[in-house]
């Protein structure tokens, strides 16, 4: 089943000195960074706003419902 799964940090935080944890959510090698923030241009996101991504990691706009 697919799941919803929010990330507002944009790059990897460095466990030690040759290992990178992803905190961004993209990496294909979980729990391990594979530099999929880069290629996805996670800086060019805007605050506020949810983006989906891919598998070519296209970014899209999600809409957010409140109730």
Known sequence: MARIIIKKD???VQVKADS???LCGLSK???YCDGSHRR???EEEEEGKLYA???ELK???VEVVEK
Request: a positive charge.
């Open 40 to 42: 996805a241009k996670l």
């Open 53 to 55: 991504y891919d598998e």
């Open 59 to 61: 970014r899209r706009e």
């Open 10 to 12: 944009k790059g990897p």
């Open 29 to 31: 090698n979980q729990p």
């Open 20 to 22: 990178w944890i992803c």
